[in-house]
């Protein structure tokens, strides 16, 4: 599902070459759920921007879903964004002005997916993550964990391979954390899309069988916890 293969990324700035990353190897299986932890400027933007398809490598591959984004053109990237991708951000980025159902609906609109084939999606993704009763409402009437669900609704909806969440949790309480820990869980749960979470948070990290820790634009470790027992 993922491979990266000798995965770098270099910027030069006045004083050198910064290797944001360097030599990255990976490689994870459909319906995996790994975390990416590290400190600031370890290279975790760097990846999930190569991941999302917004950047190209300085050298090395990146395969996603067959894929091969290192060599990619701006037409296959754009149906990779929209079709096999999908994307949760730490500030919800739901558009105020539309509901719920809107917010989640919009994406399947604008690439073209007939209204009879997304109003079930919708409603089938809003049950998902347990906001069926707020489908009506606007994201000011919502509490920031639930904005974060109906994201995840979004992200979910095109059917994408792959969900990347960057600082799902950064702008949550407790509580409102807890909800959508558990909300990512049962995507795991049912495999519904290989996931990547980047987080700062321990909890969040702990979720995930696959526990990837980065340093200095490298893994310095990957840890395959087995949840079977
Ligand atoms: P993180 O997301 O873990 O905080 P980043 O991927 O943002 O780390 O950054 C990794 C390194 O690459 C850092 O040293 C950062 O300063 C550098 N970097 C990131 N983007 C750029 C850029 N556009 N130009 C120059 N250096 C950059």
Known sequence: MIELRHLTRTYSSGTGVVRALDDVSLDLAPGDFATIT??????????????GGLDTPTSGEIRVDGLELHRAGER????????????????????????????????LLLRGDSQKKTTPRVAEMLD????????????????????????????????PALLLADEPTGNL?????????E??????????????????SDSVAALAPVRIH????TILSKHVINHST
């Open 214 to 217: 980065m340093i200095d634009g």
């Open 38 to 51: 590290g400190p600031s400027g370890c290279g975790k933007s760097t990846l999930l921007n190569l991941l």
């Open 173 to 181: 309480d407790s509580a409102n954390a807890a909800h959508v820990c």
């Open 128 to 159: 998902l993550v347990g906001m069926s009763h707020r489908a009506g409402h606007f994201p000011h009437q919502l509490s920031g964990g639930e904005m974060q669900r109906v994201a995840i609704a979004r992200a979910l909806a095109g059917r």
């Open 76 to 107: 296959e990237l754009t149906h990779y964004r929209r079709h096999t991708l999908g994307i949760v951000f730490q500030f919800f980025n739901l558009l105020p002005a539309m509901t719920v159902r809107e917010n989640v609906e919009l994406p």
């Open 183 to 200: 909300t990512f869980s049962k995507i795991a749960s049912q495999k519904i899309a290989t996931l990547i979470i980047v987080t700062h």
